[in-house]
């Protein structure tokens, strides 16, 4: 899952950062608002995370413009501002959560993760694919009962999978989720962390669709 984090506050930045990078999110970040509207209308991201109080664009305007350009990404507002009205105008604005500072870590994590499932209409926090299971508040796997030892970019690859079940992902598609913008991508690198998920999960749990891509469904039924 790739994330957008638009934060003004260098240190703050670095934070949210470091501490969605070590839970296996690929994160792409912006200083300001110019910066930031720019990412969120060309590139591909499952969620953002979008301070209000920007400089060169504030975060209102941002979002307004995101929304009216039709970019459908989930945002969670973030800010200092704790004023009601406030908060209104983040909703208004197309705002899908809300976060004031100051703030627990553990509690935007957890938010974000409500966003991305709700977004991929996953209503529970245990995703379940035939025998395979993934805890997205752990990240803990398991297959027919057994816990699986993934790799940090197995198990990026296998979370896009399992949120967007019984859908044909393209190459270009995993690789937009499963890395950040600074990333030497590789389209290679995703038929070998598929190679290894079928190794490890069964190899019936994902599906080659010749010159379209890849799916995940539970075993018996098609994309």
């Given at each position: ?38 990412l ?11 301070d ?13 413009h ?37 703030f627990?870590?553990?509690?935007l994590?957890?938010?974000?993760r ?16 035939g ?5 997205t ?8 009962g ?34 950040d ?5 590789d ?19 994902i599906?080659?669709?010749r010159?379209?891509g ?5 075993p018996?039924e098609?994309?």
């Amino acid at each position: 899952m790739r994330v957008l984090v638009v934060e003004d506050d260098p240190g703050l930045l670095r934070q949210i950062s470091r501490a969605l990078s070590e839970v296996g999110y690929s994160v792409d970040p912006a200083p300001d608002g110019e910066e930031g509207q720019f990412l969120g209308e060309t590139e591909p991201y499952d969620a953002i995370v979008l301070d209000l109080g920007l400089p060169k664009i504030d975060g209102l305007t941002v979002l307004d413009h995101w929304r009216q350009s039709g970019v459908a990404i989930p945002v969670l507002i973030l800010t200092a501002r704790d004023t009601w009205n406030q908060k209104v105008a983040g909703f208004d604005a197309g705002a899908d959560d809300y976060l004031t500072k100051p703030f627990h870590m553990e509690e935007l994590l957890a938010r974000l993760r409500a966003l991305i499932r709700r977004t991929a209409g996953h209503a529970n926090p245990m995703l379940e694919c035939g025998s395979v299971q993934l805890d997205t508040r752990t990240g803990k796997v398991t297959s027919r009962g057994a816990g699986v030892t993934l790799t940090a970019h197995e198990l990026k690859v296998l979370s896009y999978f399992m949120h967007h079940q019984g859908r044909v992902l393209s190459q270009t598609e995993l690789i937009e989720h499963v890395y950040d913008q600074d990333f030497d991508r590789d389209s290679n690198t995703i038929e070998v962390f598929i190679a290894r998920l079928r190794k490890k999960l069964g190899a019936e749990m994902i599906k080659t669709h010749r010159g379209r891509g890849y799916s995940m469904s539970p075993p018996g039924e098609s994309a």
